[in-house]
């Protein structure tokens, strides 16, 4: 690998674009396509190219055949995201673990004092009110929202934005009760029953988790569960 | 939206860190190594596109199995950081493998290896 194409790579994703990386396994040769464009590397065929845009489309590295013999094309898209409303004592521990995961982690809470860079530091903090917050976060396929607050004021606009976005994961912390009545608010607000059935809630897998540590240990193993089509 | 009061670096991914350290290695002027899964078939403890990366006293990060067949591929990535030419190394469960590391898990994998240049 040529270190001005690692350079490059970098500087793209850093930007926040799509990058796929190419390197033909017969000859040596690579090749780097930065948002569908190619940038480095003599011009692909046509098949390779197809097979590049379909392995970044479904997030998958892989290796295929060519007329130049095998490719291998490895993605490198934006990461996973996670919008975790309520910068609680539960969010001190899903973050950082969530990090690890590869999650790109912001945390909302426009309460004074609880989104501070002492008590996250290194994650993306908003302190604005979470529907106006999630609005603009907007998320996507590859976005998981967890509400933690407890607080309907806080966790319900936020549920509200995320019921209306394609979020591959939606978690709300709360007892049975809690959530029972928080399904009665949202179905005031106009969600059905198939949306409300999104929300995982109480949020985790039932493992008996106790302490933050475990309770987001639960979140993120049901996240991962939700992500990779096992339920 | 309101005000955005810290920001971070999460969510680099893991392959994205190690072609950063990659980078610093070089530019501390070690001679440096990537290898990279770039098949897999059964049961493999990576999936494709993990990298380990090597430098020329040994360091290393990442890995490219659960550690089965990490001695062997860093002995390739010396090969490669002496000048060799890229290599596809394929460890599978076959005694007619040209590597004499198995996996244990059952399964195979092809592994690329090439030097940072």
């Known amino acids: 690998m040529k270190v001005a194409l690692a350079e490059r790579l970098l500087e793209a994703r850093a930007r926040g674009q799509t990058v796929c990386l190419l390197r033909f396994l017969a000859t040596g040769e690579e090749a780097l396509l930065v948002a569908g464009e190619q940038v480095i590397g003599a011009p692909l065929p046509e098949a390779v190219l197809d097979a590049a845009q379909r392995a970044q489309r479904y997030d998958r590295s892989t290796t295929v055949e060519s007329e130049a013999g095998p490719v291998f094309i ?13 910068a609680v004592h539960i969010a001190q521990a899903l973050v950082p673990m969530a990090s690890l995961a590869g999650y790109a982690v912001t945390v909302i809470d426009p309460r004074r004092g609880f989104a501070t860079a002492e008590r996250f530091p290194n994650v993306d903090l908003v302190d604005a009110w979470p529907d106006e917050a999630m609005e603009s976060l907007a998320p996507d396929a590859r976005t998981a929202v967890v509400t933690l607050t407890h607080d309907p004021k806080l966790d319900d606009p936020a549920l509200d934005v995320a019921l209306r976005s394609e979020a591959f994961y939606i978690g709300a912390l709360g007892s049975k009760r809690t959530h029972a009545r928080r399904l009665e608010r949202l179905q005031a607000l106009g969600h059905g029953p198939e949306a409300l059935a999104r929300i995982h809630g109480p949020a985790g897998l039932d493992i008996g988790a106790v302490t933050p540590a475990e309770i987001a240990i639960s979140i993120l193993a049901q996240m991962t569960q939700a992500l990779r089509g096992r339920e | 939206m309101g005000r955005a009061v810290a920001s971070g670096e999460s969510g680099m991914s893991e392959e994205e860190r190690l072609l950063r350290e990659a980078l610093a290695w070089k530019r501390e002027g070690r001679k440096v190594a990537i290898a990279t899964v770039v098949s897999t078939w059964g049961s493999s403890p990576r999936p494709v ?57 059952g399964g195979r994998v092809q592994v690329w290896v090439e030097a940072l240049t």
Request: proline share 6%; charged share 20%.
């Open chain 2, 49 to 105: 596109g993990s990298m380990l990366v090597v430098d020329d006293r040994g360091r290393m990060l990442g890995s490219v199995s659960g550690g089965c067949i990490e001695g062997a591929v860093v002995k390739e990535a010396q090969a490669v950081m002496d000048g060799a030419p890229p290599k596809l190394l394929d460890f599978g469960v076959s005694d007619e493998q040209a590597w004499e590391v198995g996996l244990a898990c």
């Open chain 1, 74 to 86: 490895q993605v490198f898209n934006p990461p996973l995201r996670l919008v975790v409303v309520g």
